[in-house]
């Protein structure tokens, strides 16, 4: 009984250094003034109604609802500006839309947070599971 309330110790310890880790890393990351402002855009509220639309079409879309908002395509990294999507949302938050497109799709999004880059502060939607992560290089 002892070995388990030890090893159960442990697995919390190793998750909580897991979870530090991460925030650290998250908080020493200099964020820089175009991710920021990404950060804010992506709590405007937008509505959206896609059916079977292809993604290029989607991602116009957001960029018109919302002015300022960059957002590229990693179509280098495998995601299809063709592929189509089906999402309905009602006055929900830009980051709450972007998941709901990509839930099913295997897709994903970062924010480059990096100056010198040609989209500084831009969304890059690439295949995975992040969800407005910051990176420093495509």
């Known amino acids: 009984m002892k070995r388990m309330t030890v090893l159960a110790g442990m697995a919390i310890l190793g998750a909580f250094l897991s979870w530090t880790s991460t925030m650290a890393q998250e908080t020493d ?3 820089i003034p175009a991710a920021k402002k990404t950060r804010e855009l992506l709590k405007t509220k937008i509505s959206v109604d ?3 639309t292809i993604l290029k ?3 116009q ?3 018109d609802q919302v002015k300022g908002l960059v957002i590229r395509i990693d179509s280098k990294g495998g995601v299809s500006q063709n592929g189509k999507l089906t999402f309905k ?3 929900k938050p830009v980051s709450e839309v972007l998941e709901g497109m990509f839930a099913k799709n295997g897709l994903g999004y970062v924010i480059i947070n990096n100056a010198k880059d040609a989209y500084p502060g831009a969304i890059m939607i690439k295949q995975g ?4 992560t910051l990176i420093n290089s495509r």
């Open 29 to 31: 990351t200099k964020v």
């Open 129 to 132: 599971k992040e969800r407005g």
């Open 50 to 52: 896609f059916d079977d």
């Open 57 to 59: 079409d989607a991602v």
């Open 61 to 63: 879309e957001l960029k």
């Open 89 to 91: 949302a009602s006055d």
